[in-house]
């Protein structure tokens, strides 16, 4: 860029070396500007040393309480923050715009600067957030810390500035989350000098890597979480310790995976396997049924009949508590030998009964179940009908048919049959049964249907209606009262 040329000369002596009138009289204004622009900058110093007045004088919080107790306010004001999110008006940066004392102690609260969530995009890609990052981790002092990252646009492929700081406080990381692209894993490697990773979350985005594009997460010390989220990411991507893990979520990986994690994790409490794939032939199937002693959750999700019924036969997991069977086949004869292993320990089964052909199926493996207090049944893509409840009331009537069962319920997408709940309420070792239904789009009962449910309110059953977290049902029974006061 060429410089532009001054039109006035530094020194003007056209005038029998003096300046000419318009350069004496730009001189004069040079001058006076400057003055003007020193009582401006005295001005606005006044004017901050006022307004730090105006906030000690008017502040409510600051100074009428001790520094701890208004950092625990700001603490509470503050969940965890996504520092590249621009209408997250909770983020702790908001707090140190308001004034040079809250800056103050907002910067000295650890606390508030423990959480740090990274999701670029194309909008933020001009910013510069190393520093930013740095200083925020910095203010943290030496507590734990909860680092999520999510990148979908690349951002991450030529900022090893970013990473580097991460890895710097990577003796902090106590919940890790890392959602992108499988070539970065092996970036976060973290130091030697140990840490207390507790949580690790590996994910890659929706579109799947290809071989050359995938990496192994394996820090220079080796940590042993005790929660773990993997989806679309492998064991053999993996290295860490699995000694400590508790609990686990898997999800788009082969099933000859999900059976050495199983192996490898002696102390699995929770396991939740969604979307599993057929064998990735890494791992060797096991020719006998794993038995899991610890293992007391099982949730299946949205799994294909045949790895499906490879997991219903080469499990054993005798301490199962709960399982969870959603949007998967019913192989009935397979989920009955499965049932053999924990059939006197397991007290909640929630079953979907979408993909289900006939309702018998479901009895008939209820049957089984003969420790269960707690049952849901669920029905998101069709009605649920009134025969399959008409039916579970007739298997009822013997005792030895669910004879532990305290509560039951109903998580349904469209209509339920309010004309079958009467029914469940007959048996006389049912009157004391809990029932919920639980509607999940906008809730609309006949008038008649509602005398009935009324009806069951009067007779004091334990019955309600649950949509958005309250008791439809309890609050219209007050709405009513209400208008007749």
Known sequence: MVARKVLRPERCMVLDGKPCSACTEDIELEKVKKELEIKIKKLNNRRRTLRTAMNE???????????????????????????????????????????????????????????????????????????????????????????????????FDDDDMMINILNKHSARWLDLQLNLPARHLHR???????????????????????????????????????????????????DIGWNNLTNAWVAGIGVDECFELIRRAPLLENLKLQ????????????????????????????IKEGVLVQLLDLLCLPSLEQWIHDLSPFPLENMIAFTGCFSSCLQIFKINIDKIDYHHQVIALLSHLSSLK?????????????????????????????????????LCKFNFPWKSLPPIFALPRWQTLRVRVKPLLKLVIDPTDIKLLLELVDKEYDFGVVKDGKDWLQEYVKRQRTRYL
């Open 275 to 302: 979307a599993i794939d057929p064998s990735s032939s890494i791992f060797s199937i096991p020719d006998t049924r794993i038995v899991h002693r610890q293992l007391n959750y099982l949730g299946l999700f949205n």
């Open 374 to 410: 707690f049952l849901e049944l669920r029905a998101i893509e069709q009605h649920l009908e009134e025969d399959l409840i008409i039916l579970l009331c007739v298997c009822a009537e013997s005792p030895r048919y669910l004879p532990h069962l305290q509560s039951l319920e109903f």
């Open 57 to 155: 004088n008017h502040d409510p919080l600051i100074h009428k309480f001790p520094p701890e107790i208004a950092s625990h306010i700001f603490i509470q004001y503050s969940p965890p923050s996504t520092f590249f999110k621009e209408l997250d008006t909770n983020n702790p940066l908001y707090l140190g715009a308001v004034c040079q004392k809250w800056r103050q102690l907002a910067w000295a609260t650890p606390e508030l600067w423990t959480s740090l969530s990274i999701i670029p995009n194309a909008k933020y890609n001009s910013i510069d957030h190393p520093p930013l990052v740095n200083e925020w981790l910095e203010r943290s002092a030496s507590l734990p810390l909860t680092i999520r990252l999510e990148d979908h646009w690349g951002w």
């Open 188 to 238: 976060f490697s973290g130091s030697s000098q140990g840490n207390i990773l507790g949580r690790l979350s590996l994910c890659y985005p929706p579109h799947p890597p290809g071989p050359s594009e995938f990496s192994t997460f394996s820090m220079k010390s080796k940590p042993s979480p005790i929660v773990l989220t993997l989806r679309t990411v492998g064991l053999s991507h993996v």
